[in-house]
């Protein structure tokens, strides 16, 4: 019931705070790209209220492009977190996680941290992420000996689309 | 000789065969509108050195693109929301010129294509 009431509230509190955006990677490089993704609410102090992939790692090969809508990624497991004590792992396509549900609403894509690979080999790894999140700060650039990533937003009134730029 | 001759033809067969089957296999990538080919490049563009964020840009401590940078996405995304019957006028009635609305339309539209494309060559199998 307590857990009812705190979605609930925060369905309210934050109705005008929408994910409502998308997430793009485009990986323009021969190398392929895995990445652990995370949301969060940003207006939230505190920084416990996070999403995080937790498995397994988005695979973007050479060359290739990906776009979602929201964490329900076929297949994923997302560490969802949304009091100081607990997280507790959840399919994406649990209805909060999907597009329009009440997690999906109220968090936005903060970071990627991600890793190089070439035919299995692991290359160099790296973060890059929204400059705003300040609960764990990466660089919104990130050069690497394989590709520059690059991490940016595009906003329109609630609407963000957020995109990772792999040259 | 002759055996040799036969043994050539055949081989030029089974090999035309395999690249006829390799052309037929349909992927996200060769089923593209031009336009879908054309907002790629665009994105893909702003990787290009002198399109790179300079260091005033880096400095802002925000990761919103840059007016500078999204300028150079707008004339692909109206390429592509015109391509799906949408008129200029509706355009800029519902943007009114605003360049991330432009190019976040163009993005959702783009997003509903390659799944669009997607399911068709499920569909073919």
Redo the contacts between chains.
């Keep these: 019931m307590k857990k009812f009431l705190t979605i609930i509230g925060l369905a309210f509190i934050s109705s005008a705070y929408a994910q409502g955006g998308s997430l793009v990677i485009n990986n323009y490089t021969s190398y392929d790209f895995h990445t652990w993704v995370t949301a969060a609410n940003l207006t939230t102090p505190g920084c416990y209220f996070y999403v995080a992939l937790n498995d397994p790692e988005l695979v973007i090969s050479g060359g290739n492009s990906v776009s979602y809508n929201s964490y329900n990624i076929p297949g994923t497991t997302w560490k969802v977190s949304t009091s100081p004590t607990n997280a507790t792992p959840r399919p994406g396509n649990h209805p909060s996680l999907t597009l329009g549900g009440v997690i999906s609403n109220n968090t936005k894509w903060v970071m990627s941290q991600f890793q190089f690979y070439q035919t299995g080999t692991p290359l160099s790894s790296g973060a890059v992420g929204d400059t705003a999140y300040t609960c764990n700060p990466v660089p919104n650039i990130f050069n690497t000996p394989q590709a520059v990533v690059e991490w940016f937003t595009i906003t329109s009134g609630t609407t963000t689309s957020t995109y990772i730029q792999i040259y | 000789m002759r055996k040799h001759f036969v043994l050539a033809a055949f081989a030029l067969l089974i090999l035309t065969s395999c690249s006829n089957e390799g052309s037929a296999v349909n992927t996200v990538e060769t089923m593209k509108t031009p336009q879908m080919e054309n907002f ?1 490049k665009a ?2 563009s ?2 290009d050195p002198q399109n ?2 300079t260091e005033e840009e ?1 400095k802002r ?5 840059s007016d500078r940078r ?1 300028a150079l996405l707008v004339p692909a995304s109206k390429e592509l929301i015109l391509s799906t019957g949408v008129t200029e006028a509706e355009l800029t009635r519902k943007t009114g010129g ?1 360049m ?2 432009i ?2 339309w163009a ?2 539209i ?2 509903q294509k ?1 799944d669009e494309i997607r399911k068709n060559i499920k569909s073919d199998k």
């Design positions: 790629d994105f893909k702003l990787g790179r964020p880096r401590n925000t990761s919103e693109l999204k605003d991330s609305q190019i976040i993005t959702q783009y997003m390659s």
